[in-house]
C-alpha cells in the first residue's frame, strides 16, 4: 500500500490546549496535504505544502514537512470543541494517498 | 456552484445485485476519483481519471468499474455487490496536477 499512517490514531485534549498529529509516508512526493473529516461528512482540504517546503503556517494550524524523514506534523493551537474531527495527511506523487487519520476530540 | 455531488446517499444492496453510483461536479475539473472508506483504513483510491474518456486503477479496483464520457459526470458501478463492498464511498475532483480534492457527502452502501 502507498497509504501513510497517521500517529496518534486517536487524540483527546482540553479546549484551549495544542494538538499535534504525525504522519509518516512511504514514496517520493510532489506535495503533501492535510484534510479534515467531520464525522459523517466528506473530508474538507486545509493545507498543502510542498515537497520544497518546510514549514507552513494558515490561520491556528502549523505544518512541517521532513522529507529526509518521510514525515509530516500537523499543529492546531489553542484547540476549539469545533475542531473536533478526523485528520488525515494525503501525499500526492502521481495520484492522492491517504493515511489511516488521526481522531481529535476537544472536551470542552 | 454545487461542488462535488453524490447519490444516492444511502443504499441497501443484495448480494449479487448491481448499481451505480453518481458523481458528478460543475468546477469543470479534468481530475476526478473514487475512494472506499473502512474503519481503521483510511481513504483506499479505487478509480481515477484524469480528463474525458481516461480512466485508470486505484488500490482497490476489483468489483468496480468506471467510465468517463463527460467532464462533469464520474460514475461508479458494482457488477455483483459482495458483502466485502460495504463501505462509505467518497467521489473527489480537482484541478489538474496535485491541487486539492474536492469532495462529495458520501454515499453509505450495505451488502447484505
Known amino acids: 500500500s502507498q497509504q501513510g499512517e497517521e500517529d496518534p490514531q486517536a487524540l483527546s485534549i482540553q479546549e484551549g490546549e495544542n494538538a499535534t498529529m504525525n504522519c509518516s509516508y512511504k514514496t517520493s512526493i510532489n506535495n503533501l496535504q492535510w484534510y479534515r473529516q467531520n464525522s459523517g461528512r466528506g473530508l474538507v482540504h486545509l493545507i498543502l505544502?510542498?515537497?520544497?517546503?518546510r514549514e507552513k503556517h494558515s490561520g491556528r494550524l502549523r505544518v512541517t514537512l521532513d522529507t529526509s524523514k518521510k514525515s509530516s506534523s500537523l499543529l492546531i493551537t489553542a484547540s476549539r470543541a469545533a475542531d473536533t474531527a478526523s485528520y488525515f495527511c494525503a501525499t500526492t506523487g502521481n495520484q492522492f494517498y491517504f493515511g489511516t487519520g488521526t481522531s481529535l476530540t476537544v472536551i470542552p | 456552484n454545487a461542488g462535488v455531488t453524490q447519490t444516492p446517499k444511502f443504499q441497501v444492496l443484495k448480494t449479487g445485485q448491481s448499481m451505480t453510483l453518481q458523481c458528478a461536479q460543475d468546477?469543470?475539473?479534468?481530475?476526478m476519483s473514487w475512494y472506499r472508506q473502512d474503519p481503521g483504513m483510511g481513504l483506499r483510491l479505487i478509480h481515477y481519471?484524469?480528463?474525458?474518456?481516461?480512466?485508470d486503477q486505484g488500490e482497490v479496483p476489483n468489483g468496480y468499474n468506471v467510465s468517463r464520457s463527460t467532464t462533469e459526470d464520474f460514475p461508479l458501478r458494482l457488477l455483483s455487490a459482495a458483502p466485502s463492498q460495504t463501505s462509505v464511498y467518497f467521489c473527489a475532483s480537482s484541478e489538474p496536477h496535485e491541487t486539492s480534492l474536492h469532495f462529495g457527502s458520501g454515499t453509505r452502501l450495505t451488502v447484505v
Open positions: 481519471s484524469v480528463g474525458a474518456g481516461i480512466t
Open positions: 505544502i510542498r515537497s520544497n517546503e
Open positions: 468546477m469543470n475539473h479534468e481530475y
